[in-house]
C-alpha cells in the first residue's frame, strides 16, 4: 500500500489538472438530478390521480423515487465508467512513460493498485454529489434511509466492479478509442447476462451484474452480492497485473 501511494497522487493530479474528471463530475450529476426530478415530478403528478390513495402502499416515496433513481443511476454508471478507466494504462503507452513505469522500483501490484483506488476516489465523488439528490427528498419527504444507504452501497461495489473490468480493458490497448469499447462490451455481456434468470438457479443469472445490485435495491445486504463483487474487483485487477506481466516479458 506505501508504494501505491505515489502512483495514487499521480493519478489524483492527473485526473484534475485535466478537464476528464470535472466533465464526468458534471455529466454524472446532471443526468443523476435529470433522472432523480423527473421520477419526483411524476410522482407529484400521481398525488392528483383520484386512484392514487388505492395505489399508495405500492407508489410511496421509496418505491416511486428512490428505487428507480438508484437503478437509472446503474445505467449512468455502466456508460460513465469506461471512460474514467480508458486513460489508466494507455495514457501511459501514448505519453511513452509505460516502459519506465514498469521498470520501476515500484513493483506492478503497486501500480495497478495506486491507479485502480484514483479511480475509486473519483467514483465516490461522484457518489457523494448524487447523494444531494435525496437530500431535497429528505427534506420534502420521508424516505427509508435502509433502501438508500444499502442502495448507496451496491452501487459502490457495482461501481468498484465496473472499474477493474475497465483497468483491465485499458491494459490490453494502446488506444483511448478502443479501451473503453472493450470495457463497454465485458461490462454490457456482464449486465446482460442472465438478466432475467434467478442466481440462485442458473449459472448466467449468477454472473449478472445487475442480477446482485437488485437486491441492495431492496434495503437487502446479502454476503452473496458482497462476495460476487468483490471476486470481480479481484479477477479484474488479476487479469489486469496478468496482461501487463506478460507485457514486461515481451
Not at 174 to 188: E, M, N
Amino acid at each position: 500500500m506505501k508504494d501505491a501511494y505515489p502512483i495514487l497522487k499521480r493519478e489524483l493530479r492527473s485526473y484534475f489538472t485535466s478537464p476528464l474528471a470535472y466533465v464526468i463530475l458534471v455529466v454524472f450529476q446532471v443526468l443523476s438530478a435529470m433522472f432523480f426530478f423527473l421520477n419526483l415530478k411524476g410522482f407529484l403528478q400521481l398525488q392528483f390521480d383520484p386512484n392514487f390513495q388505492l395505489l399508495r402502499e405500492q407508489l410511496n416515496l421509496n418505491n416511486a423515487i428512490v428505487v428507480p433513481y438508484f437503478h437509472t443511476l446503474s445505467i449512468v454508471l455502466l456508460f460513465i465508467i469506461p471512460l474514467i478507466t480508458m486513460r489508466l494504462i494507455t495514457d501511459e503507452r501514448k505519453s511513452h512513460t509505460a516502459e519506465l513505469l514498469f521498470t520501476s522500483p515500484i513493483n506492478l501490484s503497486s501500480i495497478i493498485l495506486g491507479k485502480y483506488l484514483a479511480a475509486l476516489i473519483l467514483l465516490i465523488i461522484m457518489l457523494l454529489l448524487s447523494s444531494l439528490n435525496i437530500l431535497v427528498l429528505t427534506v420534502h419527504g420521508n424516505p427509508d434511509l435502509g433502501y438508500v444507504i444499502s442502495s448507496y452501497l451496491g452501487l459502490f461495489f457495482l461501481g468498484a466492479s465496473f472499474l477493474s473490468i475497465g483497468l483491465f480493458a485499458s491494459s490490453l490497448s494502446d488506444s483511448q478509442l478502443v479501451a473503453p469499447v472493450i470495457a463497454f462490451g465485458i461490462l454490457l455481456f456482464l449486465w446482460l447476462a442472465g438478466a432475467s434468470s434467478d442466481t440462485e438457479t442458473s449459472i448466467f443469472g449468477y454472473l449478472s451484474l445487475i442480477n446482485h445490485f437488485n437486491n441492495f435495491g431492496k434495503g437487502i445486504i446479502d454476503l452473496k452480492d458482497l462476495t460476487y463483487y468483490i471476486s470481480v474487483m479481484f479477477i479484474g485487477l488479476f487479469l489486469a497485473h496478468a496482461a501487463l506481466y506478460s507485457e514486461r516479458w515481451r
